[in-house]
């Protein structure tokens, strides 16, 4: 580096990195091409990237560049890197939170958050489930259970009549799977989800709404964004899984939505969660994306005809600044 400051490391998906240049449907691309844009020195790598030497915490990573409006990186060697070296670090990998996952957050173990700013903070991550946790916020959140027994989960799909059932540790509705009383496979679905009884699932009531979509509210700090996107059920499919301009629509916050999600921001921002994108339908939160939440910043800008990269990128920084004390935390609001 030439410098140790107005550096950035993103620590990302293989896939990502594998498809690094041109690949706009990511959150990632977008927030690595505007800090190149704004004369950041960036640097990527991906979970084995990571290490430590002794207590020290480093990274074998790439740099990153821009070349007629695309980014690109220096695919020679990695260089190794001290992490604290960098003014912040953004922890996007995708889930699943498997062993690999836990312990590329281990490794932020040594990485002291006074001298670099990481977001999300992997230790937070540790400790914060995207599915689990909503129960923090039990007046926002379905009716649910999480359970590894069989029984717990038949009798709560008979209670409910219609109900989702998804695994802890997966994303992009991985493993999510609709149960109603008339399900003849749901022995066989409850077995493999819970590994036959070994392993915890979360069911939930199915809220009627999500039929027409799920909207996606954009979180940063305590700052809750009014742009956001719905996103639609697939074809021949009861949840969004596919990542098609057909399945987006332009979405406005209501005011009970922008109270609720201001209370979880709050929250989250205390316990270095910055980054999240809360999944709501009938005025309740279905999910809580900390790992790598997407903030579908194309489709914003498709549906509602603005640059919505410019109004993110304008609280990301401040947000940087803030926590680097460089910034009042009253210009955050």
Excluded at 227 to 239: A, H, R, V
Aim: glycine fraction near 4%; charge should be negative.
């Amino acid at each position: 580096m030439t410098t140790l400051k107005q550096s950035i490391l993103f620590v990302i998906d293989d896939l990502e990195l594998k498809y690094f240049e041109f690949n706009d449907l990511v959150t990632n691309f977008w927030l690595i091409k505007e800090f190149l844009y704004r004369d950041y020195e960036v640097f990527v790598c991906i979970k084995s990237g990571l290490m430590t030497e002794a207590n020290i915490a480093k990274t074998l990573c790439y740099e990153a560049y821009q070349e007629n409006g695309d980014i690109f990186y220096k695919k020679d060697e990695p260089k190794k890197y001290i992490i604290e070296h960098f003014d912040a670090v953004f922890f996007r990998p995708d889930p699943p939170v498997d062993i690999d996952y836990i312990n590329a957050c281990n490794v932020f173990d040594y990485v002291d958050t006074e001298k670099t700013v990481v977001i999300n903070n992997p230790v937070a991550i540790k400790n914060f489930n995207e599915k689990f946790h909503l129960n923090y916020f039990t007046e926002f959140a379905p009716e649910n259970i999480v359970t590894a027994n069989a029984d717990e989960i038949k009798n709560f799909v008979r209670e409910h009549k219609k109900a989702i059932i998804k695994p802890l540790n997966l994303c992009f509705g991985g493993g999510v799977y609709y149960l109603d009383t008339e399900e003849r496979n749901i022995n066989a679905i409850i077995n493999n989800l819970t590994n036959k009884g070994k392993t915890m699932v979360m069911v939930q009531k199915y809220l009627e709404g999500a039929a027409k979509g799920d909207k996606r509210i954009l979180i940063l700090g305590e700052h809750v964004f009014d742009e956001c996107i719905t996103k639609l059920p697939g074809k021949d499919d009861f949840k969004f899984s596919e990542h098609s301009d057909k399945y987006f629509e332009a979405s406005t916050l209501t005011k009970e939505e922008k109270e609720m999600a201001l209370k979880v921001a709050k929250h989250l921002n205390a316990v270095e969660l910055y980054m999240a994108g809360l999944d709501v339908a009938d005025g309740k939160i279905m999910e809580i994306n900390i790992t790598s939440p997407c903030y579908f910043i194309r489709e914003i800008n498709a549906h509602n005809n603005e640059c919505f990269q410019d109004a993110l990128m304008a609280k990301l920084i401040e947000l940087i600044e803030l926590k680097q004390g460089k910034v009042p935390a009253a210009q955050l609001c």
